[in-house]
């Protein structure tokens, strides 16, 4: 019998500093603007941390802004399950909890794009015995989820995105 051992990654110096997450925002606009172009031939495959060499894949989510009203879009992991599609608030391991987490939470109506597939889709965050459930799915599919979660304070928000009727 095997056990899936997850290796937990220790935090990385500088994950803190404030220019991260402007780094995460560029490389996100950019990821977002090439999934866009080409319908996700690229883009749609994150191939960073665990995911090195062969890739895992990557969804486009739409929020709207809580204080602007405007669209906002940025690339996500996910997994399928059934018709709900499951992300993970984690933003690799930084404090806070992320924007489109909040602005989902302001406002649980969003569009989501796997490779050429768009859906309206309805937010919401996991309950305590959904999390349950959903937390090692998403760290066998994303081992560095497990890692993330050991560098903050906060618990790493799970959403399950539902079709809307």
Same mark, same amino acid.
């Given at each position: 019998?095997?056990?899936?051992v997850v290796k937990i990654?220790?935090?990385?110096?500088?994950?803190?500093?404030? /220019?991260?997450?402007?780094?995460?925002?560029?490389?996100?606009?950019?990821?977002?603007a090439m999934y866009r172009?080409?319908?996700?031939?690229?883009?749609?495959?994150?191939?960073?941390?665990?995911?090195?060499?062969?890739?895992?894949?990557?969804?486009?989510?739409?929020?709207?802004?809580?204080?602007?009203? &405007?669209? #906002? =879009?940025?690339? &996500?992991?996910?997994?399928?399950?059934?018709?709900?599609?499951?992300?993970?608030?984690?933003q690799g391991g930084l404090?806070?909890?992320? &924007?489109?987490?909040?602005?989902?939470?302001?406002?649980?109506?969003?569009?989501?794009?796997?490779? #050429?597939?768009?859906?309206?889709? =309805?937010? #919401?965050?996991?309950?305590?015995?959904?999390?349950?459930?959903?937390?090692?799915? &998403?760290?066998?599919? /994303?081992?560095?989820?497990?890692? /993330?979660?050991?560098?903050?304070? #906060?618990?790493?928000?799970?959403?399950?995105?539902?079709? =809307?009727?």
């Amino acid at each position: 019998m095997t056990t899936n051992v997850v290796k937990i990654k220790p935090k990385p110096d500088g994950l803190d500093k404030p /220019y991260v997450g402007k780094i995460i925002k560029v490389m996100s606009a950019v990821n977002t603007a090439m999934y866009r172009w080409t319908g996700g031939l690229l883009g749609s495959t994150w191939r960073v941390g665990s995911a090195f060499p062969w890739g895992i894949p990557l969804l486009l989510l739409t929020t709207i802004g809580r204080k602007t009203g &405007l669209p #906002r =879009t940025l690339p &996500l992991v996910f997994i399928e399950d059934g018709s709900k599609v499951i992300v993970a608030g984690s933003q690799g391991g930084l404090p806070k909890d992320p &924007l489109w987490y909040r602005n989902l939470q302001a406002n649980p109506e969003c569009q989501v794009q796997i490779k #050429r597939r768009t859906m309206k889709m =309805t937010a #919401r965050t996991a309950s305590p015995e959904e999390r349950e459930v959903l937390w090692p799915k &998403l760290v066998a599919h /994303y081992p560095d989820f497990a890692s /993330y979660a050991t560098w903050m304070d #906060r618990v790493i928000p799970i959403v399950i995105l539902e079709p =809307t009727i």
